[in-house]
């Protein structure tokens, strides 16, 4: 609780308008969590009285829930109604201070706590302060895999309290600047979804050959290219190693998969396993500056180029190395385009876990230009204009970042008496 206390502390030192109290949050409101009926007994959940969960609540009113219990069930447990309109927050796990509405009279289990209406708090204002304070009370949370907060913790939160008819001008500000940001958010998230299908666009040009061909008639290829199968173009098509190396925490190797590729390039993790030049010796594979990497197997199509890095490969990433005549580039953008997620999704076998067999990925057809010199000037072209999109996006993100900490911003002021 120690950070916690140190922000409480801050809070009575800041000079909060004179007229403001400073209380407990248990001192102005009743909380109480709820209870999980036996699953033993799975006619308990065969009702029709709703039973909210921690995971439910994402800063939202909650109109049903994904469970329903009997009132045997809410008889025999420590489940108990919570009346439509009080706020809740979750206690527990990865939802640790999520926040909700009872849009509905509902139960809810014990890692969700209510919080009750009281007539000298509107629980709008409440809501809003419990939202600020969300990041210090997930740093407040303890339990290893299983983090939460008490309801102790909860109830010694210091709340700056304005009179009733200020906590509505505030909340109403507050409300009314969220709605400009949300717009310039939605603006922001529209405009990066719009770059996603603008690369993909530039993408589909380059392989039809509209980039560097004037007259190409739609849905046909240059008449002087070719479909080629990667085993065409590739004088060697592997994967990984099926099984397990032995490991090595001092091992000058890296044994790695296809979550390791990323963008282009071999992402070494802190978690990526390392080996000895014993287990490198006995799995190594002809990577060369020709090579390209391609993950196979769970998620499907990351990519990478081998430049010297000291790996072995696991069985869920495939590397083949590409003849002279061919740009490395070229082929890794082909299959960083729509047409291969359209050809692995359409091939993969598995329902859980996706995998593309070596078959399908040698038999995987690439539109090519008979000369070097035009791959070169397709992958110019469209490294010259995916730049410019990777700066609109990092721009993007960026304000997407500054937006977020203008609505703590915004919170802040709210909370010091600084907003109305």
């Known amino acids: 609780m120690r950070l916690l206390m140190k922000e409480q502390n801050n809070i009575e030192n800041n000079n909060i308008p004179k007229h403001w109290q400073l209380k407990k949050l248990g001192e102005v409101c009743k909380t109480t969590s709820g209870g999980t009926p036996s699953r033993k007994n799975p006619a308990y959940f065969t009702g029709s009285i709703p039973w909210i969960k921690s995971g439910e609540l994402n800063h939202n009113i909650i109109l049903d829930s994904e469970e329903k219990i009997t009132d045997e069930a809410l008889n025999t447990s420590s489940a108990k109604i919570f009346p439509k309109g009080i706020l809740l927050i979750a206690l527990y796990g990865a939802t640790v201070g999520k926040l909700a509405f009872l849009g509905i009279d509902a139960a809810t289990n014990q890692a969700v706590c209510g919080i009750f209406k009281n007539k000298s708090i509107e629980l709008k204002f409440l809501y809003y302060f419990l939202f600020y304070k969300r990041p210090s009370l997930v740093n407040e949370s303890f339990g290893g895999a299983q983090p939460n907060i008490s309801q102790t913790i909860l109830k010694n939160l210091f709340i700056p309290i304005p009179p009733f008819e200020e906590q509505l001008s505030i909340v109403s500000k507050i409300e009314e600047l969220f709605s400009e940001l949300d717009k310039g958010i939605e603006f922001l998230k529209t405009a990066q979804q719009q770059l996603k299908t603008y690369r993909q666009t530039v993408l589909k040009w380059a392989f039809e050959g509209k980039l560097t061909n004037k007259n190409v008639k739609e849905g046909e290829l240059p008449e002087w290219w070719n479909w080629k199968e990667l085993k065409e173009i590739t004088s060697v098509l592997g994967d990984g190693l099926h099984g397990t190396p032995k490991y090595s925490e001092t091992g000058d190797y890296f044994f790695i998969n296809g979550n390791n590729l990323s963008d282009g390039k071999i992402e070494i993790k802190e978690n990526t396993k390392r080996v000895a030049f014993e287990e490198y010796e006995k799995y190594k594979k002809p990577l060369n500056e020709k090579s390209i990497l391609v993950s196979i197997n ?52 598995g329902s859980t876990i996706k995998n593309i067999g070596l078959k399908a990925m040698r038999e995987f057809k690439v539109p090519t230009p008979p000369t070097l010199e035009e791959q070169n000037k397709i992958v110019q072209e469209l490294e010259s204009k995916l730049t410019v999109c990777d700066k609109l996006e990092e721009t993007i993100n960026q304000n997407l970042q500054q937006a977020e900490m203008l609505r703590q911003s915004i919170l802040k002021r709210a909370f010091e008496g600084r907003l109305i």
């Open 298 to 349: 769970g998620t499907l199509g990351n990519t990478a180029f081998f430049n010297n890095e000291k790996i072995i490969l696991g069985k869920s990433a495939c590397y083949f190395n590409v003849m002279d005549k061919i740009d490395k580039h070229y082929i890794r953008y082909f299959i960083t385009s729509n047409s291969f997620v359209v050809y692995a999704n359409k091939i993969a076998t």
